[in-house]
């Protein structure tokens, strides 16, 4: 018989806000986080623009002396890691250690380390280069630190999966729980490369926006002019929990995770295939496995990047899906406030995805001020709308053809 597994913590630090309470509050009222990029200089890149986490202190999370052993991605984690576990009340012991395990990626990972130690080696040779480098730069060192300060002892992993990597850590979480191999993990994702070499590369793509003039305008989800995502960074974590486990210590319930769909396009490294395919067998998936009809969704948190195609497929997919219900069914992408957080995006839009469940108010999708005519649902556009729904998607899909889907539902004994 499968376990029934809940949400009990969240924490979240993003573009809009350090912790999840200022993030929401920003994202409910629609405020942007996109601004001109401060972590690096260089005019010559065509995006000169990104949503950073602005005003975040390391040393409120971290010791000093640990704090250069990891680049930011690793330290914005920790913060977010931490706001959960406070959240959730979860204390781990010697008694449970083993059975709380901690799953949390990120797409990239340490690029900016990578830049830094690159360039003191070319200038100073190989004695330049810091004994912490592997480590501040891998992606499994997210989870690592994480178990270790908790003293996690349970399964303990995590998705690299680029922008699709916070949704499949929570629901290879989910269903770790699911089966009875662990009672509690902290599962979500983190990114911080706002650097040369990334906001360059995704450049070279041609994928960012370069709406330069107008950052607080340029991340604009299934609006006619949009031109390519804007970056961002951050972290987003849930503490997941078997129910029995949950309620024999008191905890709060936030929602209650009842599916999981993961698929894969294969077509192409970057381009979504053709008619929102993929996306749509991954929704379907998660439905499934939820045991739901697609009519009981009352709320989907996009993917919703701001790019031509990825947005017009994703509404694609929502119509092969739903049906007609599509047309009845709030939709919207809180990446039009932060940005794309890449590895982050699944973590923080899983975190929003259950606030809206929790609280009552779906967030909006900012800058629609002129849809295409393709994305022609109910995006919440501007202004946040109080509804209680019963059931919330949230939607992720990454380069490589890779996608993930989840479903939370409002608790019910």
């Known amino acids: 018989m499968k376990k029934r597994v809940v949400v009990t913590g969240v924490g979240m630090i993003t573009p809009v806000g350090v912790d999840t309470e200022s993030s929401w509050q920003s994202l409910v009222s629609g405020k942007s986080g996109i601004g001109p990029i401060t972590q690096f200089e260089d005019k010559n890149i065509p995006t000169?623009?990104?949503?950073?986490?602005?005003?975040?202190?390391?040393?409120?999370?971290?010791?000093?002396?640990?704090?250069?052993?990891?680049?930011?991605?690793?330290?914005?984690?920790?913060?977010?890691?931490?706001?959960?576990?406070?959240?959730?009340?979860?204390?781990?012991?010697?008694?449970?250690?083993?059975?709380?395990?901690?799953?949390?990626?990120?797409?990239?990972?340490?690029?900016?380390?990578?830049?830094?130690?690159?360039?003191?080696?070319?200038?100073?040779?190989?004695r330049r280069i810091t004994p912490f480098f592997i480590p501040m730069t891998i992606i499994n060192e997210v989870a690592g630190h994480i178990s270790i300060r908790y003293g996690a002892k349970g399964p303990n992993s995590c998705a690299v999966t680029a922008c699709a990597t916070g949704t499949h850590s929570i629901g290879d979480a989910f269903k770790i729980i699911q089966r009875g191999d662990a009672d509690a993990i902290l599962a979500g994702g983190a990114e911080s490369c706002i650097c040369a070499l990334g906001v360059g590369g995704f450049n070279a793509m041609k994928a960012l926006s370069t709406r330069n003039s107008e950052p607080e305008r340029a991340s604009r989800p299934f609006d006619a002019e949009r031109d390519g995502f804007v970056m961002g960074e951050g972290s987003g974590i849930v503490v997941l929990e078997e129910l029995e486990f949950a309620r024999k210590r008191g905890a709060q319930i936030l929602a209650e995770v009842i599916g999981y769909g993961l698929t894969?396009?294969?077509?192409?490294?970057?381009?979504?295939?053709?008619?929102?395919?993929?996306?749509?067998?991954?929704?379907?998936?998660?439905?499934?496995?939820?045991?739901?009809?697609?009519?009981?969704?009352?709320?989907?948190?996009?993917?919703?990047?701001?790019?031509?195609?990825?947005?017009?497929?994703?509404?694609?997919?929502?119509?092969?899906?739903?049906?007609?219900?599509?047309?009845?069914?709030?939709?919207?992408?809180?990446?039009?406030?932060?940005?794309?957080?890449?590895?982050a995006a699944g973590g923080v839009e899983a975190v929003v995805t259950v606030l809206a469940l929790d609280r009552g108010i779906l967030p909006p999708t900012i800058n629609l001020e002129n849809p295409d005519p393709e994305c022609d649902l109910d995006y919440i556009p501007n202004t946040a709308r109080k509804v209680a729904v019963e059931v919330t998607m949230s939607n992720s899909f990454g380069f490589g053809g890779t996608n993930a889907c989840l479903i939370f539902k409002r608790f019910r004994n």
């Open 264 to 343: 894969g396009d294969a077509y192409h490294i970057t381009s979504p295939a053709p008619n929102g395919e993929g996306a749509a067998r991954c929704m379907k998936m998660a439905l499934k496995d939820a045991d739901i009809a697609a009519t009981d969704l009352g709320y989907i948190n996009a993917h919703g990047t701001s790019t031509k195609y990825g947005d017009e497929l994703e509404t694609m997919a929502i119509k092969t899906v739903l049906g007609e219900h599509a047309y009845k069914t709030p939709v919207s992408s809180t990446k039009s406030m932060t940005g794309h957080l890449l590895g």
């Open 48 to 126: 000169q623009i990104a949503g950073e986490v602005k005003g975040f202190d390391p040393l409120q999370y971290i010791d000093q002396k640990e704090i250069k052993k990891m680049d930011r991605f690793i330290h914005l984690a920790l913060a977010a890691s931490q706001m959960a576990m406070d959240d959730s009340r979860l204390a781990v012991t010697p008694e449970n250690a083993e059975r709380i395990g901690v799953i949390v990626g990120a797409g990239i990972g340490g690029l900016p380390a990578i830049e830094r130690v690159y360039d003191a080696y070319r200038e100073k040779g190989y």
